[in-house]
Nanobody, 124 residues
Framework: EVQFVESGGGLVQAGGSLRLSCKAS????????IGWFRQAPGKGREDISC????????YYADNVKGRFTASSDNAKNTVYLDLHNLKPEDTAVYYC?????????????????WGQGTQVTVSS
């Protein structure tokens, strides 16, 4: 059974930082592209980062580049997302996800599995 255990969300003031963690199980971690997407109330899913095993690169959405950093510890089947200089518009539920597909041009990933999400709330 594929499972993701996400943690690290919370309430933070604008300009603050958080570290999200996601431990995955139930699939071969090294064989998948691992990333994060978020969903704000009333909005669609927004892909924000993906570490591609296919191409050895990391995708970031334009609005988080320079502020968010994704990393992984394959020995622990864990992926991290460091969020810095947070803004109120970053408020959303953040999901970690895994997928077999990564776009060779953009680096964006298609996801087959995802977790339950962790809430990030940024106050102004």
């Amino acid at each position: 059974e594929v499972q993701f255990v996400e943690s690290g969300g919370g309430l933070v003031q604008a300009g603050g930082s958080l570290r999200l963690s996601c431990k995955a199980s139930g699939f071969t971690f090294d064989d998948y592209n691992i990333g994060w997407f978020r969903q704000a109330p009333g909005k669609g899913r927004e892909d924000i980062s993906c570490i591609s095993t296919n191409f050895g690169r990391t995708y970031y959405a334009d609005n988080v580049k320079g502020r968010f950093t994704a990393s992984s510890d394959n020995a622990k089947n864990t992926v991290y997302l460091d969020l810095h200089n947070l803004k109120p518009e970053d408020t959303a539920v953040y999901y970690c996800a895994a997928g077999a597909y990564a776009d060779p041009y953009s680096g964006r990933c298609g996801y087959d599995y995802w977790g339950q999400g962790t809430q990030v709330t940024v106050s102004s």
